[in-house]
C-alpha cells in the first residue's frame, strides 16, 4: 500500500533552472495539495487541486505551476528556480467527504544554489 | 502574520514530564488537527476536533478544541522519548473549503 509518492526525494539545481516535482496516490482521492515547508513556518500551501480538471492557488503560489494530469498524479514545476525557493516540498491527498484526513509524502528536499 | 500560532516552538523536557502545547488563533475555524512529524517524514494525522469544547483523548495525548472554536491544545502526560517529534496544528476556515492552514509547528525533545 504506497499511499502518496513524491520523486525525487532530494534536488540541488542552480538559480535559473527549472524541473518538475511528481506526485501520485493510489487511494482514488479527489483532492490532491502541494505544500512546502520552512523551519520556523509549518507548512504552507502552494496549490491545490479539489478534483481532476481544476487547480487553485494557495498561500504562496508565485514561481510555481501545477498539473493535475489526471485522478493519481499531480505534478509542481519550477519554471526559474531561485534560492527563496530552497525548501522541502510535500505533496498529499485527501479524499472528498471522509472529512478532513490528509496523507501526506515523504517530501523532497530541494536546494537552489 | 501566522494564522495559527503556535506556543512554545521548541520544548526540552524529561521523560515522565507533562506538557501542553497550545494552538491560538483569532478567527474562527470549523474543525481543527494536529499532525505529528518525523524526521524524513510527512506529518500524520493525529486527531479531528470539530466542535466547540470537544475533547479527545489518544492513549497519553489529550486535544481539546475551545469553545468558541479559535484555539486548541494538545496536552501529554507522563512523556516517552517516543513522543519526541513536531507537533503541527492545522485548521479549515469556514469559508475556504479544501484548504488546511498549518500551524508553525512545535518541536518537542523527550530525553530518556
Known amino acids: 500500500n504506497a499511499g502518496v509518492t513524491q520523486t525525487p526525494k532530494f534536488q540541488v539545481l542552480k538559480t535559473g533552472q527549472s524541473m518538475t516535482l511528481q506526485c501520485a496516490q493510489d487511494m482514488n482521492h479527489n483532492s490532491m495539495y502541494w505544500y512546502r515547508q520552512d523551519p520556523g513556518m509549518g507548512l504552507r500551501l502552494i496549490y491545490y487541486s479539489a478534483s481532476e480538471g481544476t487547480t487553485d492557488k494557495g498561500e504562496v503560489p508565485n514561481g510555481y505551476n501545477v498539473s493535475r494530469l489526471n485522478k493519481r498524479e499531480f505534478s509542481l514545476r519550477l519554471e526559474s528556480a531561485a534560492p527563496s525557493q530552497t525548501s522541502v516540498y510535500f505533496c498529499?491527498?485527501?479524499?472528498?467527504?471522509?472529512?478532513?484526513?490528509?496523507?501526506f509524502g515523504s517530501g523532497t528536499q530541494l536546494s537552489v544554489l | 502574520t501566522q494564522l495559527l500560532e503556535q506556543s512554545p516552538q521548541f520544548l526540552s523536557i524529561q521523560e515522565g514530564e507533562n506538557l501542553t502545547v497550545y494552538c491560538n488563533s483569532s478567527?474562527?475555524?470549523?474543525?481543527l488537527q494536529w499532525y505529528r512529524q518525523e524526521p524524513g517524514e510527512g506529518p500524520v494525522l493525529l486527531v479531528t476536533v470539530v466542535t466547540g469544547g470537544e475533547v479527545k483523548k489518544l492513549k497519553r495525548l489529550t486535544f481539546q478544541f475551545g469553545d468558541a472554536r479559535k484555539d486548541s491544545s494538545l496536552h501529554i502526560t507522563a512523556a516517552q522519548p517516543g513522543d519526541t517529534g513536531l507537533y503541527l496544528c492545522a485548521g479549515r476556515r469556514p469559508s475556504n473549503t479544501g484548504k488546511l492552514i498549518f500551524g508553525q509547528g512545535t518541536t518537542l525533545q523527550v530525553k530518556p
Open positions: 478567527s474562527v475555524f470549523s474543525s
Open positions: 498529499a491527498s485527501r479524499r472528498q467527504g471522509a472529512g478532513e484526513k490528509l496523507f
